[in-house]
Nanobody, 123 residues
Framework: QVQLVESGGGLVQPGGSLRLSCAASGFTLDYYAIGWFRQAPGKEREGVSCISASDGSAYYADSVKGRFTIFRDNAKNTIYLQMNSLKPEDTAVYTC????????????????WGQGTQVTVSS
């Protein structure tokens, strides 16, 4: 029943913006930490950002600090990742994930994963 569905990916030029959505079902989003991860071809999965359930604190990888913002809409049971000032190196499949434990940029913390959405930053 637990399901996470990402959307909002696409092709954008460097410097552009995208907003990714992670729609949750089967659980109440506001009780769990949600993380965004990305994986580019030939690279390890990288934690991008996460938001805690307890106090809403957000954390970001150094590579995206100041450019990405994670936030939630509990009424819609949806988590968003606003991505600004996108760079070609941001190109990856972005996946959201749910943790019953805590917010951390570590894949093993997360219990359920979405299918991913492709983000391509290119001219």
């Amino acid at each position: 029943q637990v399901q996470l569905v990402e959307s909002g990916g696409g092709l954008v030029q460097p410097g552009g913006s995208l907003r990714l959505s992670c729609a949750a079902s089967g659980f109440t989003l506001d009780y769990y930490a949600i993380g965004w991860f990305r994986q580019a071809p030939g690279k390890e999965r990288e934690g991008v950002s996460c938001i805690s359930a307890s106090d809403g604190s957000a954390y970001y990888a150094d590579s995206v600090k100041g450019r990405f913002t994670i936030f939630r809409d509990n009424a819609k049971n949806t988590i968003y990742l606003q991505m600004n000032s996108l760079k070609p190196e941001d190109t990856a499949v972005y996946t959201c994930a749910m943790s019953t434990i805590r917010c951390a940029l570590l894949p093993f913390v997360y219990d359920s994963w979405g299918q991913g959405t492709q983000v391509t930053v290119s001219s």
